[in-house]
């Protein structure tokens, strides 16, 4: 069953907290991508990574960051410094060689205690 | 930066009838793509138009590009109830490597 996963599909951070989300695909794909969706609103962009060992700053990167150590894997990290995190945060990947679409994983909401 | 204002924000038609959405961007591009989000789930990508391209169906979808007017809008037609759901647009800058610009979307209820 070939797509793309991400977990946990609930989790909540303390204050001072950093937390990783996951995400992981079998798509075979070089680009993969994270946004971040607060409510009645549209996706916005957090990083994005074209290719294994590579990663850029999206629109709204403060306060996250990323690893691509693997081309299947793209995991964030919400640290401490991203005041507002509570959000929906959505993984999408991406095929090269002319693939222009991006497929989404169901996402993970994160909540404050 | 969001590129894409939709309009209008919410619909609510009854099923059969037909649904349309509006999406204006600010600045050239490469591509336009429309999805759709079902409550709480990720994004499922219905259909791309190329910025040399003018109108495209799929099934029941019909979309238009006017690139002098900087738009575009997703028809829906024959509506169901399963079609209750957010709609966004979303551009691929021209030049650009694949990053989508969304605008924050159209919710559609249809009732059955």
């Known amino acids: 069953d070939g797509g793309i996963t991400q977990s946990p599909k609930y989790l909540f951070r303390k204050e001072g907290q950093n937390v990783t989300l996951s995400c992981e695909q079998n798509l075979n794909h070089d680009a993969m991508y994270w946004y971040r969706q607060d409510p009645g609103q549209g996706l916005r962009l957090i990083y994005y990574?074209?290719?294994?060992?590579?990663?850029q700053k999206g629109d709204i990167a403060e306060g996250y960051s990323v690893s691509r150590e693997k081309k299947e894997s793209f995991p964030l990290t919400v640290t401490s410094a991203q005041k507002n995190p509570t959000a929906f945060y959505l993984c999408?990947?991406?095929?090269?060689?002319?693939?222009?679409?991006?497929?989404f994983g169901p996402g993970t909401r994160l909540l404050v205690l | 930066s969001q590129q894409g204002e939709e309009d209008p924000q919410a619909l609510s038609i009854q099923e059969g009838e037909n649904a349309t959405m509006n999406c204006s961007y600010k600045t050239s591009i490469n591509n336009l793509q429309w999805y759709r989000q079902n409550s709480g789930r990720g994004l499922v990508h219905l259909i791309l138009i190329r910025s040399n391209e003018r109108e495209k169906h799929s099934g029941r979808l019909r979309v238009t590009l006017d690139t002098s007017k900087k738009s575009s809008s997703l028809l829906i037609t024959a509506s169901r109830a399963a079609d209750t759901a957010s709609y966004f647009c979303a551009t691929v800058l021209s030049g650009n490597t694949g990053k989508l610009i969304f605008g924050q979307g159209t919710t559609l209820q249809v009732k059955p």
């Open positions: 990574s074209q290719i294994v060992n590579d990663f």
């Open positions: 999408a990947s991406r095929g090269t060689g002319g693939g222009e679409t991006q497929y």
